[in-house]
């Protein structure tokens, strides 16, 4: 772990900048730890802020949210941003600002930021090539497609020829060495042979390795029991557990059977139109459908031994589908974007779960602060019985800590005097559980009850979902929060002392535009992170329905690389952060850079050579 940091500071030394690489989320934090740890000691001296300034907008959201004693809040004083699915999604764009602006030299990430935004670095380092995998108890190798995806950050466009990709090994083993070493190799290697192929049948093939360990079938075998087994899916064997550990979330390929079973499900009925054909006619309806299909073209590439088990079984699956729901279940779980045991667990319950939205919505219009709380704990013991709406492994105290959560309760005070373990679980239970998984099952309530024409689906509204999102008890505050205010106690401050009861985004900005003078005085707030936070905000731009374009003329002198363009010529700037731009030909080949008398960003540029 040391060495690995000491690597990082060693390629910062040299202007680089770092993406050190976990494929475990689980294996973040301990480097986050050691890492603050060896900076307190005076080492690692390479690492550090150029303008501290930069920072101070992510750390009033880290003390914010976290509070000022967390691990990541103190490395990021330190230099070192950290960035993975349990953090607030505030911090992880905090985090991802500061890297787009260069101010960051150096970012320990799980596969969140690493596969998930578009940002790139100059050296990429792997704290490790491979993840712990529950199902077998061992650690496995990465896929191939992962590392290609990963590699892929190494690089900054129109700033470096070659990206550098580097494994820190300190093993004292020469034989642990050399296999890390061969590892890497086979990645590389492996990484270099992928091609395109249809998700489609990656899903189907994955499914079948599954089935067959899940019911003790050889899988060369797998063809013919899938063919004369009909009630495969009705096997008791599928619906057993499956303990994925704790770094499910970060991981898309770590996916119980279940959510695989329901990926297929949607995708027959994304392809079966209309929605009611008989039975009878699914299997010569999928094989039109799929005709010079990418799934085609990728079967035709495989071998003939395998490749003839792909349609049986998503025909199989088809079949069973049509048999075990009615036109206007599948209709229900299609509109949701649900697989059938999801979709049927929401259609089952429908008028009850839409009598319990419509409570929820009546009590965040009311303000009735404790109907908020219980009713949201009510709604998510309903749909914690199905895992599609209901994290893997909540917290102890799970129905408090979603009551602190929607009643605005600051996050850092949430986590006060839990352990490592329960903290990473309270973090991942609102991100995951409350603002991705209780959001998606209200809405396939909401969705369900308009396909279906329920008869109370006009009394839903948008009050469940954004309290949910948000963590706060008013709608007016969960607009603040959506239109970029990063302080959830700021927020709820805001509209409590003013008295704000807007439900639109026109209504926000009159009400900003009538109390901008309190809303700007320091005084006003709690605490001088709020008036910070706020004063962030692009107010203008907030408060009116439209800003118009200026044009205007300036000339720069820029430092040419190669001959200097004719007079007369277009060319293209591209900004680089602050003042400074890349010149470039219309073909987008760098030519020279400049600094312009103002801030690039966002603006409409022409720009034409003149001596």
Not at 179 to 194: G, P, T, V, W, Y
């Amino acid at each position: 772990m040391e060495y690995c940091l000491a690597t990082a500071n060693a390629f910062v030394r040299d202007g680089h900048s770092v993406l050190i690489y976990s494929p475990q989320r689980s294996s973040i934090d301990p480097v986050v730890r050691q890492f603050t740890s060896v900076k307190r000691q005076g080492f690692l001296s390479d690492i550090e802020l150029q303008d501290r300034s930069d920072l101070a907008p992510a750390l009033a959201i880290g003390r914010e949210w976290l509070g000022s004693d967390h691990s990541v809040v103190k490395a990021l004083e330190y230099g070192l941003g950290t960035h993975h699915g349990a953090l607030p999604r505030p911090f992880q764009s905090a985090v991802e600002e500061l890297l787009e602006r260069k101010r960051l030299r150096v970012v320990v990430a799980s596969p969140t930021l690493a596969q998930g935004v578009d940002l790139s670095c100059s050296v990429l380092l792997f704290r490790s090539l491979t993840r712990f995998d529950a199902s077998t108890g061992r650690h496995q190798p990465i896929p191939a497609a992962e590392f290609a995806n990963v590699v892929g950050r190494a690089g900054r466009a129109y700033v470096d020829l070659d990206g550098i990709v580097g494994v820190p090994c300190f093993d004292r083993d020469p034989a642990k060495r050399r296999s890390r070493h061969r590892q890497f190799n086979e990645l590389i290697q492996a990484s270099r042979d992928q091609s395109l192929v249809s998700g489609m049948v990656h899903l189907v093939f994955v499914l079948a390795g599954r089935l067959s360990a899940k019911l003790g079938v050889d899988f060369n075998s797998f063809f013919n029991y899938v063919i004369n087994n009909a009630s495969l899916w009705s096997d008791a064997r599928l619906g057993e557990a499956e303990d994925l550990g704790d770094d499910a979330e970060d991981d898309p390929d770590l996916r119980t059977l279940d959510e695989h079973l329901g990926d297929l499900d949607l995708a027959i009925l994304s392809l079966v139109d209309p929605l009611d054909v008989p039975t009878e006619d699914l299997p010569a309806l999928l094989d039109a459908v799929l005709q010079r299909s990418l799934w085609e073209r990728t079967l035709c590439n495989l071998d003939p031994a395998i490749r003839q088990l792909a349609d049986p079984l998503l025909e199989s699956r088809a079949v069973w589908l049509w048999k075990t729901t009615s036109a206007e279940q599948r209709r229900a779980c299609f509109s949701a974007g649900l697989g059938t045991r999801a979709g049927l667990f929401i259609y089952s319950r429908l008028d009850e779960l839409v009598s319990i939205l419509v409570q929820w919505q009546a009590a965040v219009l009311l303000g009735d602060l404790a109907e908020i709380g219980r009713i949201a704990t009510l709604f998510a013991k309903q749909v914690a019985h199905d895992s599609q709406f209901f994290v893997r492994k909540p917290p102890g105290q799970w129905q408090q800590v979603l009551v602190d959560w929607i009643l605005g309760k600051a996050f850092r005070e949430m986590l006060t005097g839990l352990g490592v373990r329960e903290e990473q679980r309270t973090q991942s239970f609102v991100q995951d559980g409350a603002v991705f998984r209780l959001v998606w099952a209200a809405e396939a309530v909401r969705t369900q009850a308009l396909s279906t024409g329920h008869a109370r689906a006009g009394e839903l509204g948008d009050g469940p979902m954004m309290t949910l999102t948000h963590g706060v008890p008013s709608i007016s505050a969960a607009l603040l929060c959506q239109a970029g205010f990063a302080s959830r106690t700021g927020a709820w401050w805001a509209v409590s002392q003013l008295g704000a009861d807007f439900t639109t985004i026109e209504g926000m900005r009159a009400w900003m535009l009538i109390h901008k003078p309190t809303l700007e005085d320091v005084d006003f707030w709690e605490n001088a992170d709020q008036h910070l936070l706020w004063m962030r905000l692009s107010l203008p731009d907030l408060a009116q329905s439209f800003s118009r374009w200026h044009r205007r003329t300036s000339a720069a002198e820029p430092s040419w690389w190669s001959d200097v363009p004719a007079n007369g010529a277009l060319v293209r700037l591209i900004p680089q952060g602050d003042q400074a731009a890349l010149v470039c030909s219309d073909t987008l080949e760098p030519l020279g850079e400049l600094d312009l008398d103002f801030n690039p960003e966002g603006a409409a540029i022409e720009a034409e050579v003149e001596m």
